[in-house]
T-cell receptor
Framework: DAKTTQPPSMDCAEGRAANLPCNHS???????VYWYRQIHSQGPQYIIH???NNETNEMASLIITEDRKSSTLILPHATLRDTAVYYC??????????FGKGTRLSVIA | NAGVTQTPKFQVLKTGQSMTLQCAQD?????MYWYRQDPGMGLRLIYY???????DKGEVPNGYNVSRLNKREFSLRLESAAPSQTSVYFC????????????????FGPGTRLTVL
């Protein structure tokens, strides 16, 4: 499965959009991109996943570049409760997901 | 629905003691997982079970055993606890089916905080 690269940390002002990048330049055609987040001391929470097309749900939007080598998770109006570690994972579904260290997002009032 | 439940929430052991962490899910999921998370680190997969009656090693299986008791329950046993096993342990479940691939949306329990002295 594709190795993903994320910045270790980011800040975002409360009420602004948080754009979290992820590079997955070795991703293959059948690999999905998953995003999870982990709020302090809690179990990780699924956010969204996509294959080729952009996806949106009640939590976030996922924008995947046309060449599929990178993606961006967008939280449209970040709140203090969105402060968490965000994990980007590439997986074909043949093996379990592998969680890296993710991006620590701090939403600042 | 309770989702994924884990017991106990906290545990302190002495080196050499044994214990079993319990996990249950009520979502009729095929797959279940055990992860550990050390301070400042991401999650590392210990063992997983892609279907009832099967278990497979993950990234860090040494020092642990697992049992998929039935479709609902997946337990993790430490036979002889060591200080290096001090960690937060998370159980998860998903509808992922290894042989057919597909998506793997995992649902996590609240975690067990284990300290080994």
């Amino acid at each position: 499965d594709a190795k993903t690269t994320q910045p270790p940390s980011m800040d975002c002002a409360e009420g602004r959009a948080a754009n979290l990048p992820c590079n997955h330049s070795t991703i293959s055609g059948n690999e999905y991109v998953y995003w999870y987040r982990q709020i302090h001391s809690q179990g990780p929470q699924y956010i969204i996943h996509g294959l080729k097309n952009n996806e949106t749900n009640e939590m976030a939007s996922l924008i995947i570049t046309e060449d599929r080598k990178s993606s961006t998770l967008i939280l449209p109006h970040a709140t203090l409760r969105d402060t968490a570690v965000y994990y980007c994972i590439g997986s074909s579904g043949n093996t379990p997901l592998v969680f890296g260290k993710g991006t620590r997002l701090s939403v600042i009032a | 629905n309770a989702g994924v439940t884990q017991t106990p929430k906290f545990q302190v052991l002495k080196t050499g003691q044994s214990m079993t962490l319990q996990c249950a899910q009520d979502m009729n999921h095929n797959s279940m997982y055990w992860y550990r998370q050390d301070p400042g680190m991401g999650l590392r997969l210990i063992y997983y079970s892609a279907s009832e009656g099967t278990t497979d090693k993950g990234e860090v299986p040494n020092g642990y055993n697992v049992s998929r008791l039935n479709k609902r329950e997946f337990s993790l046993r430490l036979e002889s606890a060591a200080p290096s096993q001090t960690s937060v342990y998370f159980c998860a479940s998903s509808d992922w089916a290894m042989l057919s691939g597909g998506t793997d949306t995992q649902y996590f329990g609240p975690g067990t905080r284990l300290t080994v002295l």
